[in-house]
């Protein structure tokens, strides 16, 4: 299960966030994208110190200032159920059609030196 799967099931969920500075934001979670920024909304920010605490309509947290996340448990058991019923990916290209010698990789053409560059030619 891979992080970003598990962040886009949990979009209009509940979450709570813990910053490498010690805060903590709790609020739901309106979107995320590849490099885990988050935008939160309804949120309650606690200083680190956890004796003030802010209400806020949204925050936009950077991804490298995330030390943690927590998830509602019902949404790791959904991503879980979506992956065991998705067909398992073949490797690390995913699905391809056919074996070896289905012309892919580089050129296409051949494997000798030189075709086709206005050398010599047979």
């Known amino acids: ?9 949990a979009q209009g969920h509940p979450m709570l966030v813990e910053l490498k ?3 903590t934001l709790n609020g739901h979670l309106a979107n995320c994208d590849n490099w885990m920024n988050l935008i939160l909304k ?3 920010q606690t200083s680190p110190e956890g004796d003030r605490f802010f209400r806020l309509p949204e925050v936009y947290i950077r991804g490298n200032n995330i030390k943690y996340l927590r998830i509602p448990e019902e949404i790791v058991e959904i991503v879980k ?10 490797g ?7 074996g070896r010698g289905d012309r892919g990789g580089r050129g296409g053409r051949g494997r000798g030196r030189g075709r086709g560059r206005g ?3 047979v």
């Open 92 to 98: 690390r290209g995913g699905y391809r059609e056919g």
């Open 81 to 90: 159920e979506q992956q065991q019923n998705q067909p398992q990916n073949r």
């Open 119 to 121: 050398g010599h030619q």
């Open 42 to 44: 309804e949120v309650v």
């Open 1 to 9: 299960m891979l992080p970003l799967g598990l962040l886009t099931a």
């Open 21 to 23: 500075n010690g805060e």
